[in-house]
Structures are given as structure tokens and as C-alpha cells.
């Protein structure tokens, strides 16, 4: 199963969302991939930045067959593979992303993406059986979000204290069904920040999106 992961506006928690979905999708199913397009899971999940090429090599000057993008993998956890962002900015109507897409839908494995901020490519985003927006309960946030053109199939809220907008008034903005609540925990901020997210993620991030990991979520 492919998921895309993306958020409208930064700082949403879009990649510590994926992180955690591609985790928990491994320790489900045995065996998982996370595609980060934006560059930073190497940083949320404590790891090295992956030296040589990553996805947008792939896509923007690599001839390779879509099968080539597993050699550049570097093991995160058990069962988990991350395919770092690389060097070089591919366009996202670049039209390898299609061909990419395709590739990873088909696949036994599930596939996580982290596409940062802004619409994802979209030869991703026709290929995904999921497409989750990452969004703060924010009226700004959801502002940007109801003016794009990309239309989720579910979405991902991050909640914050004190907030006056709900759930269902992030699903009306955005025109798809809210799958999962996350609220703002201190323990994930000190998890992320100790490089331990991959080894003890917190029970309450690990509750909130296990349900998201199941091939059977309708999209």
C-alpha cells in the first residue's frame, strides 16, 4: 500500500507523522518502506544523513528502473527502509514520479511518503491508495489547505491546546473525512529530539495512527 503524506503549511508535523506510520507499518507487516521527499526523517528519526544518491536522483538523472530505487535504501529499524531525499530538487511534474508511482503502489511492502510542504507530485498522489493531509487544527493552516487543488482522502490532525476549531470543522475545510487525531505531546518533542522516535515512539503518537497502518482503511 502506498501512502502520501503532505501538509499545506510548515510546521504541521507532517514528518514525524510519517515516520511514525512507516514504523508502526513495519512492525505490522514485517516490512516497510519511507520515501522522504523533504529531507528531514533522517533528523527525526536520529539518524546520519544517507550518503550518495536518493529519490529525486532517482527522478530527475537516473535512467534506472523504478527496482533500482531499493539499492539506495538504508535500514532504519527492523523491517524498515528509508530512501533518502539526496541531493538534487526533481520537479514534481517530472514525469518519472508516475512511473515511481506505480512501482511502490504495486508492491507487497508498505510505502510512506514524506512530501514535505505544498501538493506532492502527482504521479504519486494517482498511484496512492492513501493521501493524507497532515494538518494543525489552524485556521491559517486550513485556509491554504481548502484553496489547493489536491484533495485528500483522508487527513491527519494535529491538535494543540487551546484551539477552537475541531475535527469536524477541519473535515468541512478540506473536503475529506478526518482519520486520525494526534495531540500535541511533549514526549514526542523529546523523543524526536533525543534521536529515539525509531526505538521508543510514544504510546500516545503509536495509538493515534495504528489504525492507519492496516490495508483494509477505505480510502
Not at 492513501?130 to 483522508?154: D, H, K, M, N
Amino acid at each position: 500500500m502506498l501512502t502520501v503524506c503532505w501538509a499545506a503549511k510548515g510546521g504541521s508535523g507532517t514528518t514525524v507523522v510519517s515516520c511514525a506510520l512507516a514504523l508502526l507499518s513495519a512492525r505490522r507487516h514485517e516490512t516497510a518502506w519511507l520515501l522522504d521527499l523533504a529531507g528531514d526523517a533522517p533528523a527525526a528519526l536520529g539518524m546520519v544523513e544517507p550518503a550518495g544518491p536518493g529519490v529525486h536522483e532517482w527522478v530527475a538523472v537516473s535512467s534506472a528502473p523504478p527496482s533500482a530505487i531499493e539499492a539506495i535504501g538504508v535500514t532504519v529499524a527492523d523491517g524498515l527502509r528509508l530512501i533518502g531525499r539526496g541531493s538534487v530538487a526533481a520537479g514534481y511534474d517530472h514525469q518519472r514520479w508516475r512511473e515511481l508511482g506505480r512501482f511502490l503502489a504495486e508492491k507487497d511492502s508498505c510505502v510512506v511518503v514524506d512530501a514535505g510542504t505544498g501538493p506532492p507530485p502527482g504521479g504519486l498522489l494517482i498511484a496512492a491508495q492513501q493521501r493524507l493531509l497532515v494538518t494543525r487544527a489552524c485556521y491559517l493552516s486550513l485556509r491554504r489547505a481548502a484553496s489547493s487543488a489536491v484533495v485528500p482522502s483522508g487527513v491527519i490532525v494535529v491538535h494543540e491546546p487551546g484551539r477552537a476549531l475541531r475535527a469536524q470543522d477541519v473535515a468541512y475545510a478540506v473536503r475529506a473525512p478526518v482519520l486520525a487525531e494526534v495531540s500535541v505531546d511533549p514526549s514526542v518533542a523529546r523523543a524526536v529530539d533525543a534521536g529515539l522516535l525509531a526505538a521508543r515512539m510514544p504510546r500516545t503518537l503509536a495509538t493515534a495512527l495504528r489504525g492507519l497502518t492496516t490495508s483494509e482503511v477505505s480510502v
